[in-house]
């Protein structure tokens, strides 16, 4: 069968029919979820969207650009898979780069499909036109601009190209691509093909299909170093099969520590004996015969230091395992590095159950927390809690307990730590969820925690909320700023602190959440009682709950 025998309904007009084998290489290559922001000069694009799929791919609109590209990140951190973000041509494009960074340093697949006007109409002070090519930088894996579409150029030549900028996104390190997509008027046919053509139904295969080459490795690769092993484990991603690594853990390592991102501190059996999340080096401090690094970065700044004494004061090897081919060594301490999976890794380990290290060391007596002692009560059994960054997610990670009855998974946007786009990542997260659970025919909550300046941030996705089918429960700490400031040594300038740092404020968010027309609870008579309410109401109508703490 000819490749383009599906597009033939577009060969009137040379744009719609690049914009619609565009569209449908990325479905090919298992793209099936689009986030759309508004605009004419991506209309190409937009109308196969509108009339080639009827039920096969998941269109979400979204007015604000900033907000669209946040949902399409929080889609692929649920499912793993990377989804597609459409606009038009100018600045529109430009309010996706704060989501595109978070993305490039959280290792999240994403693929930017931008209209763009065509060279001519560039660097002439034309409408709407600026220079595109490369606007990302150095925070996507590819960089693709297109030529606009022109009948001597081979159809065929495009769809290879898209098929190796988006493997690019999902391989290892895996990270957002931007796709620039130039056209010249007329955008449209003049008229439109009959609604929903259907869509030929064959093999979903790309263009191009690339095989990737995995190594096994041996397991005399995978030997570790005799004696007591101090294993960290940073951020993992909800795909990695967290159970696996839990269960491997107590079986051959030693002493453990669970940062919070990785979500193991929070599974159900088997109990790991964990060391603290404070380190502390001193002359009687035990050295492990090796530290076992498994996954991304750790929240703790003296994890680091503590790598830093023990690698000055005992040479031991450092060991990092995570399927990237980055630098992730902040602190240049890691010895060694494999780039496999740590679910892969953990499978393949056959060693002898090991001591743990001497109790004093290292660790520090927990402290708990109001906040996250009431919310690990009231959250439900195996469900999700997205964590916003700044003082929640430390909040969290010094006081979860070590061990639980529940199974809580846990994520949050630390590619960069920024507060921004919290909102709009949940509600992406949360429709990536429903899509995850769909085939189980279960229901699963998504709950955000998130700070009262975070919130502010992210007002203009309140409405991207409201149309949200799945159930989600935000819980905003309105402290009256940026309290984590106080913590750190700006606190020794009062002068600059509460006016131009902490951002100090007396808002109440009432209004603004029932202005979006969505549910909201206060929290006067309890933190506990509104958790359980909002929980009911948001389970029970497939509804967003929001309950605003002034702790």
Known sequence: MNRFEDLSHWKS?????????????????GVDAFFLSSGYRSTPLVVPLAYDFAEEIMRVP????????????????????????????????????????????ARVPMVILSADRPAELIDCDANQAIDQQKIFSNFTKANLTLPAPDEKIALA????????????????????????????????????????????KRQRESYTKIIVAKKVLEKSELQLPAGPILVAVGELSLQEDLQAIKQALPLHLGSVYLDVTSSLRFLRTPSVAVANTLFDFNEATPIPSAILHLGGRILSKNYYTYLKE????????IIHVNDTIT??????????????????????????????????????????????DTVLEVIPDESYLYL?????????????PESSTKSVYITCNRGVSGIEGMMASACGFARGLGVRVQAHACQRVTTL???????????????????????????????????????????????????????KHDYRFKEMIEA????????????????????????????????????
């Open 13 to 29: 007009n040379l744009n719609t029919l690049w914009g619609a084998a565009i569209i449908h290489e990325l479905y090919h290559l």
């Open 62 to 105: 979204a007015i604000d650009e900033r907000a669209c590209a946040y949902m399409a990140l929080g889609y692929a951190k649920s499912t793993g898979r990377a989804a597609a973000c459409i606009c038009t041509s100018g600045t529109a494009l430009a309010n996706f780069f704060p989501a595109v960074i978070e993305a490039f340093h």
């Open 157 to 200: 030549s495009i769809l290879t190209k898209i098929d190796y900028a988006v493997r690019a996104a999902r391989v290892a390190p895996m990270g957002p691509v931007h796709i620039n997509v130039p056209f010249r008027e007329p955008l449209l046919p003049t008229s439109p093909p009959p609604a929903h053509a259907p869509l030929i």
């Open 310 to 317: 023990v690698q000055q004061n005992h040479p031991i090897p």
């Open 327 to 372: 630098n992730q060594d902040s602190s240049a301490v890691f010895t060694h590095k494999y780039e496999i999976s740590p679910t892969l890794f953990c499978k393949n380990l056959r060693l002898q159950e090991r001591a743990a290290l001497s109790e004093q060391s290292p660790t520090i007596v927990q402290k708990r927390d109001f906040l996250v």
């Open 388 to 400: 916003g960054n700044s003082l929640t997610v430390r909040l969290f990670n010094r006081s979860m």
């Open 449 to 503: 925690i998130l700070g009262d300046l975070s919130f502010i941030y992210d007002l203009n996705s309140l409405y991207l909320l409201r149309d949200l089918p799945h159930p989600l429960v935000i819980v905003v700490i309105n402290n009256g700023g940026g309290e984590i400031f106080k913590e750190l040594p700006i606190a020794n300038y009062p002068k600059a602190l509460e006016r131009f740092v902490v951002l």
């Open 516 to 551: 979006a027309k969505l549910q909201y609870f206060a929290s006067p008579l309890g933190l506990k009682k509104s958790l359980q309410e909002a929980y009911a109401y948001s389970m029970a109508h497939n509804k967003v709950a929001i309950v605003e703490w002034c702790g």
